[in-house]
């Protein structure tokens, strides 16, 4: 089991900063070493949408809508990805998810005794308010 608890949501005004900070728990190793921690929004009428990935082998996507404006970082020990927002404006208003992806190992991976259960499993956390005030 995997769980993600988003902490940093609120209300801002347009252009101000904010950062959001998500701390996964339980099987971590299978996310560290094998999946991609990172960041989606679901605005009020709309679908829920990328924000930013980063993968365990340090690579990263951002969705064209916010880069050069935001920035995900992840810690791979402390089982953490956090999302610092500049330059927020109004279209940033939504809620933002964690999400956490366990890749496939293979039976020879190091932990697939423990992480074969979670190959190719997502996971959410509860979300994030934020909302920008023009």
């Known amino acids: 089991q995997v769980l993600l608890v988003e902490s940093g949501g609120g209300s801002v005004q347009a252009g101000d900063s904010l950062r959001l900070s998500c701390t996964a728990s339980g099987d971590t190793i299978c996310i560290s070493t094998l999946g991609s921690m990172g960041w989606y929004r679901q605005a009020a009428g709309k679908e829920r949408e990328l924000v930013a990935t980063?993968?365990?082998?340090?690579?990263?996507n951002y969705a064209d809508s916010v880069k050069g404006r935001f920035t995900i970082s992840r810690d791979l020990a402390k089982n953490t990805v956090s999302l610092q927002m500049n330059s927020l404006n109004p279209e940033d208003t939504a809620v933002y998810y964690c999400y956490a992806n366990v890749g496939y190992g293979g039976r020879y991976y190091a932990h697939h005794g423990v992480c074969a259960r979670y190959y190719g499993m997502d996971y959410w956390g509860k979300g994030a308010p934020v909302t920008v005030h023009s």
């Open positions: 980063s993968s365990s082998g340090g690579i990263t």
